[in-house]
């Protein structure tokens, strides 16, 4: 459980709270790159800031204030120009760094348009995501992911999914590997996405967790013991402040042979607050040996609604499916794990944030406990004026690259000789 006035401190993410002042110490993604055209600016919303993207003349993306300083139109109806974006009111023309170029209309106010400072924060892309730095003072270094090196361009996938639920319980979810063993299981082999998986989460669905503290978050080791003496072992992170990484196989069109190896990848699931009641799943899948069939993949995971916004709401009771919880699946809403994750995600509590006064957390939820406790310290550090963990300078080691992403089945022990009893 966590107090009232804790969970308000990382459910609140809105400018100037403190949670809000944590979040923004660190790089978030805001976009898909797909989503933003060369001449067309594109809204977000993030930690309840409105927010526009646009290109410049040289394809960089830059992340302003939504409403024009002038007179507060909607930049996003502006028009991609002069290096910059114009409002289409009354033509002010305001820079990517947030300083006014232009104010066409204008005579005799000598200043004028120097003195205006919008509001502007840096932005680099990678990995098919669009991140920006929104916090205080000068941005951290770049997250050094694997992915983001370009040449592994043809084996990243990008996408995002839109969450009707805080941020937090979320990404709670990414740090709670118990839940495979119920909420992602299919009823028989022949209902199952992934059959050998499934087997293996269902045998034991007690596993030993062990979370450990990492200078880039928590790694997070479970250990499940199979029948006839195996086991079934995954290595996840959560990734300060807002993102889990773990291991899976992504979607592979069966018809084009036969899939990567188990560790030759992974994927990860960003949890970026649009304001406190909503936010967006980014996700990247990854693998390092092989391209991905990006169109597959994309019509697997959200084929169903071609949009980022899944058809399964809290209004329709997610169109869960009794029928199909007798005969195919334990939670009754399709075979998308994202469906799944979505479903309970949304539904903790009445509203969009859980009351976590209200919990009883058992052994299973260690790495929850221990990821709240690392998330509320940055919250403290920040408040205090320190970097809080995972933001790093230039110079500094990089903590990634202490990060593991393991799916390993292990044989049962050898049987050792019997002895000959001694004469
Ligand atoms: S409102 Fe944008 S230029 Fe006037
Ligand atoms: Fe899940």
């Known amino acids: ?42 809204a977000v919303r ?6 526009v ?68 924060y840096p932005c680099f892309e990678a990995a098919g995501l669009i991140f920006a730095y929104l916090g205080e003072g ?6 050094q992911f694997e992915f983001f090196d370009p040449r592994h361009a043809a084996g990243v996938w990008a996408g995002k999914l839109y969450h009707e639920c805080n941020w937090l319980q979320g990404h709670e979810g990414n740090v709670d590997p118990q839940h495979l063993s119920f909420l992602h299981r299919f009823m028989s082999a022949a209902a199952a996405l992934d059959p050998g998986g499934n087997a293996l989460v269902v045998d034991d669905v007690a596993p030993d967790i ?22 079934y072992v995954r290595v996840t992170n959560h990734v300060m402040p807002n993102c889990g990484s773990f291991g899976g196989v992504p979607m592979f069109d069966p018809a084009a042979g036969p899939p990567p190896h188990e560790n030759s990848g992974y994927q990860l699931h960003w949890h970026v607050p649009i304001d406190d009641n909503s936010h967006w799943k980014y996700t990247v899948l990854f693998n390092r040996e092989r391209a991905l069939d990006k169109r597959f993949i994309t019509d697997k995971l959200f084929g169903e609604q071609k949009t980022f916004y899944s058809r399964r709401t809290r209004a329709n009771h ?22 799944h994750d979505k479903l309970v995600t949304e539904v903790q509590g009445a509203g969009a944030i859980i009351d976590r006064s209200q919990e009883h957390l058992g052994t299973t ?6 990821m709240r406790r690392l998330l509320l310290q940055a919250v403290r550090d920040v408040a205090e004026g320190r970097d809080p963990q995972f933001v790093e300078r230039d110079g500094a080691p990089d903590a990634l690259a202490e990060m593991r992403v393991e799916v390993t089945v292990e044989p049962p022990p050898a049987r050792a000789p019997e002895l000959t009893p001694a004469q």
């Not at 997610?318 to 469906?339: P, T």
């Not at 939820?365 to 221990?370: F, G, I, V």
Request: charged share 25%.
């Open 1 to 42: 459980m966590l107090s009232k006035s804790d969970n308000d401190l990382l459910t609140e993410t809105g400018p100037a709270t403190p949670g809000g002042r944590m979040m923004r110490a660190y790089w978030q993604p805001v976009a898909l790159v797909g989503e933003l055209l060369s001449d067309v600016p594109l």
């Open 46 to 51: 993030v930690l309840s800031e409105d927010l």
């Open 53 to 120: 993207l646009f290109r410049d003349a040289a394809g960089a993306p830059h992340l302003i204030g939504r409403y024009c300083p002038h007179r507060l139109v909607d930049l996003s109806y502006g028009r991609v120009e002069g290096g910059g974006l114009r409002c289409i009111y009354h033509g002010w023309l305001l820079s990517g760094d947030g300083r006014c170029l232009e104010q066409p209309g204008e005579r005799g106010h000598a200043g004028f348009k120097d003195r205006i400072r919008h509001p502007a």
């Open 138 to 143: 000068p941005p951290p270094r770049r997250p």
């Open 210 to 231: 062990e979370p450990e503290e990492t200078r880039y978050g928590m790694r997070i080791r479970t250990v499940r013991t199979l029948t006839g003496g195996g086991r």
């Open 318 to 339: 997610h169109l869960q499916d009794r029928e199909e919880m007798r005969r195919q699946s334990f939670a009754g809403v399709g075979r998308n794990f994202f469906d």
């Open 365 to 370: 939820d260690r790495p929850l406990m221990l």
